[in-house]
């Protein structure tokens, strides 16, 4: 896998949203690369600290619902 490969991968990659064969893939080559295990190190601190430091709002409980049903209400698309 190359560099620029990884570099797209890197976020997918801490988010879990990567295949088992592409994680696997990243890791092998962060072992191999200074530069992509550098990367990779400094996007896990930086999620980290965002993840620690962030208030994020919740949102309603209703939310969900409300989506669902305005989306599935004919004349809802705006024509």
Do not use: F, W
Not at 9 to 30: C, F, Q, R, T, W
Not at 42 to 53: A, C, E, G, P, T
Not at 73 to 78: A, F, N, Q, R, V
Request: hydrophobic letters at 30%; one cysteine or more; charged letters at 35%.
């Amino acid at each position: 896998m190359s560099c620029t490969n990884v570099q797209n991968l890197i976020m997918p990659y801490l988010d879990g949203d990567l295949s088992k064969d592409e994680s696997n893939a990243v890791e092998d080559h962060v072992q191999e690369c200074r530069k992509c295990a550098r990367d990779l190190d400094n996007s896990q601190y930086l999620s980290r600290l965002l993840k620690d430091n962030l208030d994020l709002p919740e949102a309603p409980k209703d939310l969900r619902e409300a989506v669902i049903e305005t989306v599935a209400e004919p004349g809802k698309d705006g024509g």
